[in-house]
């Protein structure tokens, strides 16, 4: 995900040419947000239920790795982040409406959950938001 994520041709170049240079290129800074909200689901009471979502514990490590892997790639003091697991307000403008999903095993996405899991052991997946 990581090397995808850097690579990925979302900005348009100096010529005005859509999709055609991506975060190195530009020069961009980079702030991840930990979401373990994407994996919630509504439950028979039309409550949030966070059951599928990966434990704390196992997903701060794999963020925190994550951010590394970001840092390791790229120019660490252009990598930012927020307070794993906190209530945070970010506000941001989008440059869209674009949402592209970053796969760590590409396979996976084209696969339900439960196989997807018991194929490949592990996935992980980047939100994109252009902006």
């Not at 660490?76 to 095993?105: R, Y």
């Not at 959950?113 to 490949?120: G, I, K, L």
Request: proline content about 2%; aromatic content about 8%; overall charge neutral.
């Amino acid at each position: 995900c990581c090397r995808r994520l850097l690579a990925a041709k979302l900005w348009e170049n100096d010529n005005g040419a859509t999709w055609r240079h991506g975060v190195k290129q530009k020069g961009f800074e980079l702030l991840c947000v930990s979401q373990f909200t994407l994996y919630g689901t509504l439950s028979k009471k039309n409550q949030p239920d966070y059951k599928l979502a990966m434990k704390a514990a196992a997903a701060e490590a794999m963020y925190n790795k994550f951010l590394r892997m970001l840092m390791d790639n790229y120019e660490e003091n252009k990598i930012f982040d927020g307070k794993f697991g906190a209530k945070m307000d970010v506000d941001l403008v989008n440059d869209g409406p674009v949402t592209i999903m970053i796969e760590s095993n590409p396979t996976v996405g084209r696969m339900d959950t439960d196989e997807a899991e018991s194929e490949s052991g592990k996935s992980s997946n980047t939100d994109v938001r252009v902006g």
